[in-house]
């Protein structure tokens, strides 16, 4: 019972870091190039929202917006708080 509180803290700790690692260590499969760019011209056309997954920095990050619009090889994605400029390579998945 003494020791019960550092035990409890110690084994939320270890599953915090293996939920974070469990994360990390997932295999990415991107979508392929084409399809990429189908989805967001689609989106562009329709005005619909859309969730873009991409990797940036060995982390994969969401972003729910509106395409607005293309700029070289990346697409400016206007969420409800920020705008997004993201490299076209870097999208991982959108749905």
């Not at 035990?7 to 499969?29: H, M, P, R």
């Not at 011209?41 to 929202?49: L, T, V």
């Not at 708080?81 to 870097?90: A, C, F, G, M, P």
Request: aromatic fraction near 10%.
């Amino acid at each position: 019972m003494k020791w019960g509180a550092f035990a409890t803290g110690e084994l939320t700790e270890a599953q915090n870091t293996f939920e974070k690692e469990k994360k990390e260590d997932k295999i990415i499969q991107a979508l392929p190039h084409h399809l990429v760019l189908h989805l967001l011209n689609q989106s562009f056309s329709n005005q619909g929202q859309i969730k873009i997954q991409y990797q940036a920095k060995d982390k994969l990050t969401e972003v729910y917006g509106f395409v607005s619009e293309f700029i070289n090889n990346q697409v400016r994605v206007k969420s409800t708080d920020k705008i997004y400029l993201i490299s076209i390579e870097q999208i991982v998945n959108i749905s």
